[in-house]
């Protein structure tokens, strides 16, 4: 996998091509019924993988778990822009991308820097904007979070980066559940 730099430029041009997504509510729809595992207990982790996320792409590219594995991954954000570590199918991210969208149009994400204050902001139909998933992390430049997951046997899981253009930049990677 090519390893692309996002310009501002093209980062511009993304936002405008998915601007016409309707963001969807809520962020729970992107977990709760996914056969991909589920949240995990930190007493039972067999194995730690250190993420490193970039503009844009991860370090590692891919991955290898296998099924019924706990994994704590340990992720920095050695960007310049938010990043984010989502572990989802292709179409959980598809619909999760237009959730971050909305967190752009309504100025809680802003290129380099969170407003958090806003993320428990109802949004007037009852839903916020925040992102607390236990199958994902946003992450300032220079910050660390972390993630506990325990795998399920599914086909096409990947993690990636659903901040506008992020994916489709090339900001994802294959997980494979053995």
């Known amino acids: ?10 980062g511009l041009l993304a936002l405008v091509v998915v601007s016409g997504v309707e963001a969807s509510a809520g962020h729970d729809q992107h977990t709760a019924a996914a056969p991909m595992g589920q949240a995990g207990k930190a007493s ?17 590219e891919n991955l290898s778990v296998s ?8 992720i ?13 199918t292709a ?10 969208l909305m967190m752009v149009q309504h ?9 958090r204050s806003m993320m428990e902001m109802d949004m007037g139909n009852g839903q916020t904007m925040k992102h607390d998933d236990p199958n994902s992390v946003l992450l ?9 997951w325990t795998f399920a046997k599914t086909a096409n899981l990947q993690f990636a980066c ?12 294959e997980i494979s559940v053995q």
């Open 1 to 10: 996998m090519k390893k692309i730099l996002l310009s501002a430029g093209a």
């Open 44 to 60: 039972e982790v067999t194995r730690t993988i250190e993420v490193s996320m970039h503009d844009n792409y991860f370090e590692p």
């Open 67 to 74: 099924d019924g594995e706990t994994v704590r991954f340990e």
């Open 76 to 88: 920095t954000n050695q960007g310049g822009l938010v990043h984010e570590f989502n572990i989802g």
């Open 91 to 100: 179409a959980m991210h598809e619909g999760h991308q237009a959730d971050m």
């Open 107 to 115: 100025g809680v994400l802003k290129g380099d820097k969170l407003d």
């Open 140 to 148: 300032e430049p220079g910050e660390q979070g972390e993630i506990i």
């Open 162 to 173: 659903n901040v506008p253009g992020h994916y489709q930049a090339g900001m994802q990677g």
